[in-house]
């Protein structure tokens, strides 16, 4: 045996872990007397969650029972699953849910990439006072409402709108856009996606403060190239907060604007733009089903609970990255 060999075994020997602090006994009530102006902040937001959150899901059960006007808010009679057999079985649930789905597909294929590369593309930007500006005026439609995002759509794509004079200027002519259902779709998403893009950036762009200069000086060094850099630091630096707010959005996948639907529709285009939301309106408020609207409202949120589970199930698989 040779004299390195007993230093090479003992180099490779794994150092002792370091031994782990008990938790002292009460620390929570130490935290709590010692932080306890932080904790009341807290107060309000949670009664609000309690009151018009989780309280309002012990309504869940006209689900499974007879609502009459007048009567117990927790239904007159057991009726199982009565409402939910009703709704499996109906055509105009299944044509709606498909609308609902086609739409929430085009809107996260659409609206969820647009604020990573916007975000991308004001991290390249150098000038602050160009910048900022280009910020501003992306963020300004997020705090329009809904009823003038639609005012501004009917001007805009009125029979003598905008768009239809800009038409009629190239020799071609005029579309009623808002009366034809193939033209809803289209219509819906680029209005929700230029009222959210730079909303969206916020995000990003605060993820992006967090990738470490070091990384873009070793690529630099390497010969990587602007593009390159983005590929191989700056997104795989933002990947997290991509994958969370995919996750959220996946989740709220069946949930589609409801105010905007109702707002842009009409009879004519209900058969591309009537969605499960406008659907549960006319038939639990308008037709007073309220045990029905309930019963696919439960519908609802259990394929958005499901949606959410499994994103978050794949993305910890594949990506590392989840909600918890």
């Known amino acids: 045996m040779t004299l390195a060999e007993p230093t090479v075994a003992a180099a490779q020997k794994p150092a002792p872990r370091p031994a782990v602090p008990k938790r002292r006994p009460g620390g929570w009530k130490r935290a709590l007397r010692r932080d306890w102006p932080l904790y009341t902040l807290a107060v309000l937001p949670l009664i609000f969650l309690a009151i018009f959150r989780y309280l309002p899901m012990l309504g869940n059960v006209i689900a499974f029972r ?58 390249e930007v150098r000038r602050t006072h160009f910048k900022r500006i280009v910020q501003s005026i992306s963020y300004l439609p997020h705090f329009l409402s809904v009823v003038i995002v639609v005012g501004m759509v009917y001007q805009l794509l009125a029979l003598q709108g905008t768009v239809n004079q800009i038409v009629d200027a190239f020799g071609g002519d005029a579309v009623t856009f808002l009366q034809k259902p193939e033209w809803f779709r289209f219509i819906y998403v680029a209005s929700e996606a230029w009222q959210t893009v730079g909303w969206g950036t916020i995000l990003y762009l605060a993820a992006l403060t967090a990738v470490d200069d070091a990384l873009y000086e070793a690529a630099r060094i390497d010969g990587a190239n602007r593009w390159q850099q983005t590929w191989h630091v700056t997104i795989p630096g933002i990947r997290p907060t991509m994958v969370t707010l995919l996750i959220l959005n996946i989740g709220n996948f069946l949930n589609v604007g409801f105010e905007k639907v109702l707002l842009l529709y009409n009879p004519m285009t209900y058969s591309t733009g009537d969605v499960i939301s406008t659907y549960l309106y006319r038939v639990g408020l308008v037709s007073n089903n309220l045990s029905y609207a309930a019963a696919i409202g439960l519908f609802q949120a259990i394929i958005g609970f499901a949606m959410v589970m499994t994103a978050n199930y794949i993305s910890k698989r594949l990506v590392g990255t989840s909600l918890w």
């Open 66 to 123: 007879r609502f009459r006007p007048g009567g117990s808010i927790f239904g007159d009679e057991w009726v199982g699953t009565f409402y939910v057999e009703m709704f499996i079985h109906d055509p105009a649930f299944w044509k709606v849910f498909a609308n609902t789905a086609i739409i929430g597909g085009m809107t996260l294929v659409v609206c969820f990439p647009l604020p990573i590369v916007l975000a991308l593309m004001l991290n």
